[in-house]
């Protein structure tokens, strides 16, 4: 391991990265399920 890595003058860690990354799937996944279930509970609300 003679070269310098490039991550590491970096302020994230590689191994942080793809946590980030589900993190931010799984937030954008509950946002997409809440206005989905807004949607359909108006959806009802309009029907009813």
């Not at 799984?26 to 509970?41: D, E, H, P, Q, T």
């Given at each position: 391991?003679g070269?310098?890595?490039?991550?590491?003058?970096s302020?994230?860690n590689?191994?942080?990265a793809?946590v980030?990354?589900?993190?931010?799937?799984?937030?954008?996944?509950?946002?997409?399920a809440?206005?989905?279930?807004?949607?359909?509970?108006?959806?009802?609300?309009?029907?009813?």
């Amino acid at each position: 391991m003679g070269k310098h890595s490039p991550f590491a003058d970096s302020p994230v860690n590689p191994p942080a990265a793809p946590v980030f990354v589900s993190a931010l799937g799984v937030g954008v996944a509950s946002l997409f399920a809440v206005g989905a279930n807004l949607l359909l509970s108006g959806a009802r609300g309009v029907a009813a």
